[in-house]
């Protein structure tokens, strides 16, 4: 007989039986708890649970809905972490509420469920909610289908309060739990939904819109009118590669005003953008990259400023499209900038630039705490910068290098990819000063210039200004130092010349001290009205008129040489002042290149035999003429009539 040995049947169990133990099949963790009435304390049946898991999907699972008495479980999610909301329906007119007890998502307890295990006690207490209705209309007519947005009064989106119009244009949201909201009606231009989004209250953007509060009941009548518009769009490329640029702000204006609107697009991954729908009309529409994308802020369709930017037309019910850019990689400038003398670094000072055509480029930037700066990007290219201090600050205006003026301002060179390092600015100490010009009998008087001079040497400095409509002047920033200060009216102004402090001439002018970032005040003018003199210099030999022929002004029976003076013009005629009502003397003081001998009014050799001429108020003092004897022709000087 022979033996059979089989394996017995049950021997593989206990390894089965471990195996079994030990792994756990996805979707076998479970939720479960309690949905109560918060005023009651009743089981809700019938309420939702959702599962969304830490992107913000929602996780599919199996249950999910309270039943009697407002118990729930819900299966088949795999181990992990997630939020858990109890999502009423509107008809059952409560709240959705997060775990634990938050109504904002973002507020959320989060629920970590283990491998095989389960989350017990996940409880809900919901309060009740309230409806917001009303209708959206599109210039004037009802409009249906029109999707509708919820946010919280902190501007979190709530995903889970979706509307949209009925046929009549009435839209639904709720139920909300006491407490204010903004709701926007947002059309889709894809599905031929040519309006504007609007919030309640007409605002175009979330950050101007006005939230309505519920305290406890619906609102009603929260009605959204929109208006028609159309769509903007394109394609932002690299110049040269054509390469897609992905993640570029959009910026837009409006043409009449050049006023930003506070609505914009970003670049895709295949560097298309779209705007919403806009009101038809015309736009001015600029890229703005950061200066680590490395491409110039630049206008459509190829310019660095607002001003020379060329205009986008939107139409009504329709798409404009190919609106496109394509632009060159772009460069920087950096360096330092330092208080003049004692080098220390300056921060938050104001950087502003200027292409080859001394237009000023709309990129800025301000000094760091440690008096560095990098202002871009920038298209390749030649630039002027400027270091703008404010008054405050107490700093001179400055251009690189180490100039005041534009015009006189060093080139900088900007290459594509690069950054042009080492363009450095060292600011003088500065202040400013202010004042009022008045007439007389104390009206205001506008547009009259004002000039300064260094009161150690007279000279007049490049800084100066002309008063406002009210009178008021500001000059500065100028150097710190002693100054002197004069108001130079024109002749068709007719005042009369004044120094500060009232004062005729620079030599008797009052002195006063600028102060590093303090403003001189005070410095105030009333001035009185003023005339002229005006004749004609010319030759005695042939009477043809003299050019560049200066004409000098004296206080009558003294030698006090006034300080406006005048020159002859090509036809040799001369205007002189305005002055203060008055008697005066008047030379003729020819360049000693021209051989024309001095003369003074009418032809008298020296200022003691001089006629005097008398000047009014508002007057033009005419034919004030001479005839100037050329000393080759003549040695007789004065024979000349």
């Not at 059309?187 to 309006?195: I, V």
Request: charged share 15%; glycine share 12%.
């Amino acid at each position: 007989m022979i033996a059979c040995h089989r394996t017995p049947r049950f021997s593989a169990l206990p390894f089965l039986t471990l195996l079994l133990i030990s792994v756990s099949p996805l979707g076998a963790q479970t939720i479960s708890g309690r949905v109560t009435n918060a005023s009651t304390g009743n089981g809700i049946l019938g309420v939702d649970l959702d599962v969304i898991d830490s992107n913000g999907a929602s996780v599919a699972i199996t249950g999910g809905r309270t039943t009697t008495n407002g118990v729930y479980t819900i299966t088949g999610i795999d181990p992990g972490t997630y939020r858990v909301r109890a999502d009423a329906s509107l008809a059952l007119g409560f709240a959705d509420e997060y775990y634990s007890e938050q109504f904002l998502p973002s507020l959320a307890t989060p629920v970590t469920v283990a491998a095989g295990g389960t989350a017990a006690n996940i409880n809900f207490t919901l309060v009740n909610g309230f409806e917001i209705t009303g209708t959206v209309t599109g210039d004037g007519v009802p409009l249906s289908g029109i999707d509708m947005d919820v946010y919280a009064s902190n501007g979190e989106f709530l995903g889970s309060y979706p509307g949209t119009t009925d046929a009549s244009g009435v839209y639904r949201v709720g139920a909300l739990p006491p407490g204010s909201y903004y709701v926007r009606a947002n059309p889709d231009p894809a599905a031929g939904q040519f309006y504007t989004t609007r919030y309640i209250g007409g605002a175009a953007t979330l950050a101007s819109a006005t939230p309505v509060t519920i305290t406890n009941a619906s609102l009603t009548g929260q009605n959204i009118a929109l208006t028609g518009g159309g769509t903007l769009s394109g394609t932002v490329t690299q110049q040269g590669p054509g390469t897609p640029l992905v993640g570029i702000d959009l910026d837009l204006f409006d043409a009449s005003t050049s006023t930003i609107i506070p609505v914009n697009a970003t670049t895709r991954v295949d560097g298309t953008y779209s705007f919403p729908v806009l009101p038809a009309g015309t736009y001015r529409l600029r890229i703005d990259p950061t200066l680590a994308q490395r491409y110039p802020r630049t206008y459509y369709p190829d310019s660095y400023s607002l001003s020379t930017a060329g205009t986008v037309t939107v139409a009504n019910n329709a798409a404009t499209s190919g609106i496109n850019f394509s632009v060159p990689q772009a460069g920087s400038i950096s360096g330092t900038i330092r208080e003049e003398g004692t080098l220390t670094p300056l921060a938050a000072i104001d950087l502003d630039c200027y292409d080859a055509l001394d237009q000023r480029v709309d990129v800025t930037t301000v000094s760091a705490a440690d008096g560095t700066y990098v202002i871009g990007p920038l298209a390749p290219g030649i630039y002027h910068l400027r270091a703008d201090a404010t008054l405050q600050q107490g700093y001179l205006l400055q251009y690189y290098n180490l100039k005041p003026t534009l015009s006189t301002a060093d080139a900088i060179t900007v290459t594509a990819g690069m950054a042009t390092p080492a363009i450095d600015f060292t600011l003088g100490k500065a202040g400013w000063i202010e004042g009022t010009v008045l007439a007389a009998g104390g009206t205001p008087l506008e547009g009259i210039d004002l000039d300064v001079y260094t009161a150690a040497d007279g000279l007049r400095i490049p800084f100066g200004t002309a008063t406002r409509a009210d009178g008021t002047y500001l000059i500065g920033p100028i150097p710190i130092g002693t100054y002197k200060m004069r108001c130079d009216p024109t002749v068709a102004q007719a005042f009369a010349v004044e120094y500060w402090d009232a004062k005729p001439r620079l030599a008797e002018a009052d002195t006063f001290v600028v102060a590093q970032g303090i403003g001189t005040l005070g410095l105030n003018f009333t001035l009185e009205p003023g005339g002229s003199l005006s004749g004609t210099i010319r030759s005695a030999a042939d009477n043809s008129p003299l050019a560049d022929i200066d004409i000098d002004l004296y206080i009558d029976g003294t030698l006090v040489k006034l300080d406006q003076s005048a020159k002859t013009a090509a036809d040799g005629t001369f205007t002189v002042g305005p002055v203060p009502p008055g008697n005066y003397r008047l030379r003729a003081d020819a360049p000693v290149a021209s051989n024309y001998i001095d003369l003074y009014y009418p032809a008298a050799p020296d200022l003691a035999t001089a006629q005097t001429i008398t000047v009014n108020a508002g007057a033009i003092t005419q034919g004030i003429d001479l005839r100037l004897v050329d000393r080759t022709l003549t040695s007789n000087f004065w024979i000349i009539r």
